[in-house]
């Protein structure tokens, strides 16, 4: 914002004390009372007639006060700017397998981020019973401690209560753990998604690849990692990241502009472009490659991309319905 200008004389209001005659000092009178009016001469009576080579003299009006004109009020504009979230959840989830159709969701760890004071604010993990677990080799969570008797519906309220307060929601690879949600126990969470991995374009300094695992986001900003796959300690990593993050408003500002899928358009020979941009081959879209850009994005690629249909967006949808 542009600081506004003096001008001169702009707050200076016109003195209407100087207009009236001064006063007189104390124990002196008044020059009228001094010096008593004179009778007026019978020669003076009339006063001459002016002589051809006197001009009339206009006569002196009293100056007029000059109309002062404030400054616009430097307040919020009429059309407010865009606003980033404030208070994020950050989350994730630990399964039984790759998708609901091949496994339940047996763990929901979250985090209540405070952005303006990159401050925690409150947390909460939970585990939800399974016969087995085919992926504990990778989350290390036994089927039978999912089913130990702990306050789980307590932890599950807590976290709908954190739910409904939070402006946005942040997981690493949120496409995979948006999928459980609006499943079983688990609700349908109705706040804008922001994938810590695919969304956010972390500064380049950091020199991390286009979709980083949260292992290594966390090692670019100093964070020391300790352990891995348990749900409250991946947002734990992600909530230490955005406390150390300087522009996390503005990444997050532009993690939630509108996103497609595009394909890119090369030449075999060329391919390794489309790589080092973050494209994936043969994901979302068979035999090419392919990610979602938001359209600043996708227009400030170096090659030409195509537009087309969203499988996730109509999966969405669908579920919506």
């Keep these: 914002m542009t600081s506004m200008q003096e001008q001169p004389g702009l707050w200076q209001q016109n003195d209407l004390l100087g207009l009236a005659a001064p006063e007189p000092a104390a124990g002196q009178e008044p020059a009228a009372a001094l010096e008593p009016a004179a009778a007026p001469s019978p020669a003076l009576a009339s006063p001459p007639a002016p002589s051809a080579s006197q001009a009339p003299q206009t006569p002196i009006e009293p100056p007029r006060p000059v109309p002062i004109s404030l400054p616009a009020c430097a307040g919020r504009p009429q059309r407010a700017l865009p606003r980033g979230p404030e208070t994020l ?5 630990e399964t039984t397998g790759l998708s609901t159709l091949q496994g339940q969701c047996i763990e929901v760890g979250a985090i ?3 952005v303006p004071h990159r401050a925690v604010l409150s947390q909460v993990s939970f585990l939800l019973p399974c016969p087995a677990n085919a992926a504990e080799a990778i989350n290390g969570i036994p089927a039978a401690v999912t089913r130990l008797e702990q306050p789980r519906q307590e932890a599950l309220a807590c976290f709908l209560a954190m739910a409904a307060t939070c402006d946005a929601l942040v997981a690493h690879n949120a496409a995979f753990d ?4 609006g499943l079983g126990p688990l609700p349908l969470l109705d706040r804008p998604w922001i994938c810590s991995m695919e969304d ?5 300094e950091r020199q991390l ?3 980083p695992s949260v292992r290594d986001l966390a090692l670019a900003y100093g964070v020391p990692v300790w352990a891995a796959h348990r749900a409250l300690t991946d947002c734990i990593y992600l909530a230490q990241v955005f406390e150390r993050c300087a522009d996390l408003e503005a990444l997050l500002l532009a993690a939630l502009e509108p996103r497609s899928l595009y394909r890119a358009e ?3 020979a060329e391919r390794h472009r489309a790589r080092e941009a973050g494209f ?6 068979p035999r090419a490659w392919s990610r979602r850009l938001s359209r600043r994005e996708a227009e400030a690629l170096p090659f030409p991309v195509q537009l087309v249909a969203d499988p996730v967006a109509a999966e969405g949808l669908a579920h919506s319905a």
């Design 89 to 93: 959840l950050i989350l994730d989830t």
């Design 112 to 114: 209540l981020f405070h």
């Design 200 to 204: 956010i374009r972390w500064p380049a």
């Design 280 to 285: 994936r081959w043969n994901e979302a879209v």
């Design 178 to 181: 948006r999928q459980w949600f």
């Design 209 to 211: 690849r286009s979709a």
């Design 266 to 268: 090369l030449p075999y």
